[in-house]
């Protein structure tokens, strides 16, 4: 497949992510509810997560933002179901790699269809908005007995 093709499929999949995204909406039930925010562009995102069994048992996200964010929000939630922190925080560090160009050969393995974000290392004023929806995650199954977390991200995140 031509290489201009291959591109074309990656834009499609994260434009399907984006238009139609995944796990959007919200949870009746969440152990966690996080909202973070990008200053940078504006992006805003929360995401509930219900952990049953020490593992991701459902998860929701909503809130605006550009179509990377929202198509790596998407692409997260479809990963991270069944995992444990340990098996997130994994993942969070290998996507984070990733998009900022230090990709790792486990990548594909660890992230499935996410890996498909790595040209974000392309444009470093998308990585942000490519790891909003990580680092939700990470904040949520790395909480204590917390039941709701605000965070902003800063410029040294």
């Known amino acids: 497949m031509a290489l201009s093709k291959l591109e ?41 997560v219900e952990l049953k069994d020490g593992k991701v048992a459902d998860i929701a996200f909503s809130g605006s933002g550009c179509t990377i964010s929202q198509a790596s929000a998407s692409m997260m939630t479809d990963e991270v179901v069944g995992k444990t922190p340990e098996q997130i925080g994994k993942m969070v560090v290998a996507f984070s790699e990733m998009v900022t160009g230090n990709e790792s050969d486990d990548v ?29 995650i990470y904040q949520a199954v790395k909480a204590d007995d917390k039941k709701s977390t605000v965070g902003f991200l800063r410029h040294d995140e």
């Open 108 to 136: 594909d393995e660890l992230l499935g269809d996410a890996a498909i974000l790595a040209g974000v290392a392309q444009f470093p004023a998308r990585i942000k908005c490519a790891t909003l929806a990580w680092k939700a």
């Open 8 to 48: 074309n499929l990656y834009r499609q999949m994260i434009l399907e992510h984006a238009t139609h995204p995944h796990h959007h909406g919200s949870l009746k039930k969440a152990d966690q509810d996080i909202e973070l925010r990008n200053p940078t562009c504006g992006d805003v995102l929360t995401l509930q």
